[in-house]
Structures are given as C-alpha cells and as structure tokens.
C-alpha cells in the first residue's frame, strides 16, 4: 500500500538528516522533492501544494530537540500535516436512533461496490449487527446473484423483488421494501446496493436520489477505485454535487495504487474516508484512520491495527497458554499449524508485516508467496498426532509417506522441519531479548523468515 509514495517520501527526508538546524535552505529542497513525489503518485495539485507549504510553514526554524534529530522532527511535521489532509479524526457510520439504520451505497461499475456491500454486512455482523442486504442493482446481468453469493458467504440474506424467476426492474421499489422487511424481521441494518455504470450518466444519477428521498437512509456512501486516482476524485466530486453523500470508501487499495485518490479525495470534496478495502477476501475491509493511514504512508507501520487484528484472533488466556508453551520449548508442529491459520485470518502477510514499524518499505520488493502457507499445511495435515508433537521421530520413512500424502516431495519435508526448528530458536531468542528489555533486530529476523535470498520468500515450494 502506497510502497512508492513511501519510499520517495522517506528519500526527500534524507536531505535534512544529520543536520543540527531545520532551516529554510533544507526545508526548501525536501519541500520540492515532497511535492515531486506527491504529483508523481496522481496527488490533486492544489492539495500537494497546499500540504507543502503547510509543512514547510511548520518546520522552517524550528530547533531540533534533544534527542530528535532533523529527519525525525520533519517526519512528524509531515505526519501532523498528512493526518489533517485524510481527515483529521476518525469517522464511523451514524447509527439510527431507532433501527434499522440505513446505508446506501453508490459508485461507478467496477468500483467493487457490490462486493463492499458484503464486505460491510461481515463488518457489522462481528460488532453483533443483524444486516439485511437490498439488491437495489436491478440492471446488471447477474448483480443480484452476486450480491446473494456474496451474502451468503457472510449470513446475511438479501431482499430482492423477482416476478416468475424475472428481476423486477424497480430499485427505488426493492430499497423501500427492504426497510420494511428489515422492521419485520427485525434487522436493524439496512445495506442498498445501487446500480453503476461504466461512467456518470443522469439516469443513474437520477435514481439513486430518487432512492435517497424515499428512504432516507441514516448514511450514504460512495465507493471509489483507488487505482483510478484524479479521475476517482473527479468522480466523486461530481456524485457529491448530486446526491451529498455523507463518506467515502476507498477500494482496492491493495492494489497498483499510487495514493492520489486517497490524499485528495477529503480535501476535494470535505467529505470523510469511513472504510478502506484492501483486498478481495471478504474480511478484507477497515474502517479507515488518517493518523493509521498517515504512520504507513511515512513508514512508521501501523501497530495499533496490528494489534486489533491480533486481538481478534487472540484472547489473553490463548496468548498466555501459547507464551508457556514457547517458554517451555514445547512450541511442536500442530501449535504451528494452529498459529499459521490465526494468521491467515488477519491479512495477507505482506500487509501485516507492512504494519510492523521500520519494515514496510524494507519488504517493499519482498516477494512473499502466499500460497506457501497452503503446501505447509498439507505436509503438517499428512502427519500423525504423534508426529507434529515430536518431530524429531521424523525418519526417512515417515518423511517420504508424508510427502506421497501431502502432494510434496521429501525435500519439501525436510525443508519445512528445518525451518519449524529455525523459527523455534528465533522464538526462544526473542523471548530471551524480551526478557532483558532488549530491542529484536527487525533486520535479521527478516534475513532468517526469508533465508536472506535477495527478497524472495522461503517456502516449503
């Protein structure tokens, strides 16, 4: 995310590192390449010149502390002033005060609207929400079997209005009647999934504030692809003019996304980022926090988000049972495994360890091949009870009846226990440094996770 923009910000800081002064000379050469590096990742040329004259505003004569350096005072200068232009605070939907609340939801075709509409009932069903989904997208072929597919991935039904197995073509119909089916059902969220099209037309526009005023939904959202940078914010600008929504999704940030869209968007049209999509799994949705957001774009990681993700898979007496178990050096192969799909759970890997402070940019070209867990699990999967517990009864025998049972070669085996074995000394010598109050080496243990091979990803494959 934003891997590009990260790496030029981080070199345009280093024309003041190990300076003792912050002075306009410095300040004046870092501002140009911060704006270079802006414009080069699609920022509006209002905000990036508005955002560099804040900073340099900000740091010009400002004395460096004791025991900050130049860079590291700029940085938070700059992370002050990236916070403000995401949006300052965080912003969450405005719930009913009596349910259910309703959320519209529009945006061009493609924009991954559809897909956000499961992706948000998920959200609220794990806060113990009760979503009702509205196939509002009447015109598309097969939108609202899509949107029922997506659903029922997530337990939700969808309310959809067919007439002798035919879609009725009434989307401001199938909204109004999904709110009541909500009331009677007692679903006290409503999600309308409206209809898009390839590009801003009035009978698109038309209907979505038609379904607007007769619902009146509590939250009106619109999606927008991140990869399409100023022309995302063109579009939602010209959505706000018509339907004054009340925030922004941003999609497929995972993606080949520059960061434009997501630096001009709040300035352009004043209107909050509430959810950012950072993949196509349908866990993959956060709701969005500029000063998060603003620590990842600098390379400051995002701890509290990690932390979260991890809470959601960890409850203090698991945490504490799997801290004996590493303490005691009784960590086998089935704790692996259980730990590998709590893992899987939280994210991909490499947005995970992009949350990680000082090593997002560093794995930047790390390729990190995540379908590796899966050949790791199968090998782990073909193994007796006995075997994961002790892996050091793994004989060439067993070895090669696992590799037959997993699909792998032997190599592969032996690969996968020398590495359980290896991560299982870094373990102990990370509670070992933690014990004492030392700091982990971020950088070596990065070398021994992917074998120091120039970037490349150890697997078992």
Do not use: W
Request: proline share 3%; net charge negative.
């Amino acid at each position: 995310m934003f891997e590009g923009l990260s790496q030029k910000l981080e070199g345009a800081l280093q024309s003041v590192t190990g300076q003792g002064r912050i002075d306009e000379v410095n300040v004046a050469e870092t501002m140009r390449e911060i704006r270079r590096a802006l414009l080069n990742a699609d920022v509006n040329y209002q905000v990036a010149k508005e955002f560099t004259a804040n900073v340099k505003e900000a740091a010009t004569g400002e004395d460096v502390l004791t025991s900050v350096t130049p860079g590291e005072q700029l940085t938070k200068i700059m992370h002050d002033e990236l916070t403000r232009v995401l949006g300052g605070e965080h912003e969450g939907i405005e719930m009913a005060e009596t349910p259910p609340t309703v959320i519209l939801v529009a945006g061009l075709q493609g924009s991954g609207k559809t897909t956000f509409c499961a992706k948000l009932a998920r959200h609220f069903r794990k806060e113990g929400h009760a979503p009702l989904l509205a196939a509002s997208d009447v015109y598309r072929p097969a939108a609202v079997d899509q949107l029922k597919t997506l659903a029922d991935q997530v337990n939700a039904p969808v309310y959809s209005i067919e007439d002798d197995g035919e879609i009725v073509e009434d989307a401001v119909r199938v909204a109004n009647e999904a709110v009541t089916e909500a009331q009677n059902t007692a679903r006290d969220i409503v999600i309308i999934d409206t209809a898009g099209r390839m590009h801003i037309d009035e009978a698109m526009m038309q209907e979505v504030e038609d379904i607007k005023t007769t619902v009146a939904p509590n939250e009106t959202l619109f999606v927008v692809d991140s990869m399409t940078g100023q022309d995302a914010v063109n579009t939602a600008k010209e959505f706000n003019e018509r339907i004054d929504y009340d925030g922004v999704v941003l999609s497929k940030l995972d993606g080949d996304t520059r960061g434009g869209a997501a630096l001009s968007i709040r300035t352009v049209v004043n209107k909050p980022i509430k959810f950012a999509s950072t993949g196509e799994k349908l866990d993959a949705l956060t709701p969005f926090y500029p000063d998060r957001m603003a620590q990842r774009i600098l390379g400051m990681g995002d701890v509290v988000s990690f932390v979260e993700r991890a809470q959601e898979q960890y409850d203090e007496q698991e945490a504490e049972r799997l801290q004996e178990k590493i303490r005691s050096e009784e960590f086998d192969l089935q704790d692996f495994y259980d730990q590998l799909q709590r893992i899987q759970k939280m994210g991909s890997i490499k947005e995970l360890m992009g949350m990680i402070p000082g090593v997002g940019n560093k794995i930047s070209d790390l390729d990190i091949d995540e379908e590796a867990f899966t050949h790791i699990e199968a090998i782990i999967q073909s193994m007796t009870p006995e075997e994961r517990a002790h892996p050091d009864i793994l004989n060439g025998t067993r070895r090669r009846r696992i590799a037959r049972g997993s699909g792998n070669e032997v190599r592969d085996v032996n690969q996968l226990v020398s590495q359980f074995e290896e991560m299982k000394d870094m373990m102990k010598t990370m509670q070992k440094m933690t014990s004492k109050g030392q700091d982990v080496d971020i950088s070596s243990l990065m070398d021994k996770i992917t074998g120091g091979g120039g970037g490349q990803s150890r697997s078992p494959r």
